[in-house]
Nanobody, 128 residues
Framework: QVQLVESGGGLVQAGGSLRLSCAAS????????MGWFRQAPGKEREFVAA????????DYADSLKDRFTISRDNAKNTVYLQMNSLKPDDTTVYYC?????????????????????WGQGTQVTVSS
């Protein structure tokens, strides 16, 4: 049973920073693609960033790549999302996702339907 547990959300003032963490457990993840998404009430889940456990290739939503950075710590089975220069529009719930993939794939995925496992989400609130 795959478990993804997000943490690090909270309340921050506009212009501030937060680092979200996603701790993965339940199986090995070396072949996985990992992603961060966010979803506001009544809206579709929006792609934020993706990374491969193996190789560390990354992808970002164009609108966020200048402010957000995805990284991973393989030894800790943890994926991070560093968010800088936060804006009130960044306020929403952030989700971590995993897709079991081929170690040789190297692909990154930017749509929610490509992921198999999800965390429970962590709330980020940016005050103006």
């Amino acid at each position: 049973q795959v478990q993804l547990v997000e943490s690090g959300g909270g309340l921050v003032q506009a212009g501030g920073s937060l680092r979200l963490s996603c701790a993965a457990s339940g199986r090995t993840f070396e072949a996985d693609a990992m992603g961060w998404f966010r979803q506001a009430p009544g809206k579709e889940r929006e792609f934020v960033a993706a990374i491969r456990w193996s190789g560390g290739t990354r992808d970002y939503a164009d609108s966020l790549k200048d402010r957000f950075t995805i990284s991973r710590d393989n030894a800790k089975n943890t994926v991070y999302l560093q968010m800088n220069s936060l804006k009130p529009d960044d306020t929403t719930v952030y989700y971590c996702a995993a897709r079991r993939d081929s170690l040789l794939s190297g692909s990154l995925y930017n749509t929610a339907d490509r992921y198999n496992s999800w965390g429970q989400g962590t709330q980020v609130t940016v005050s103006s």
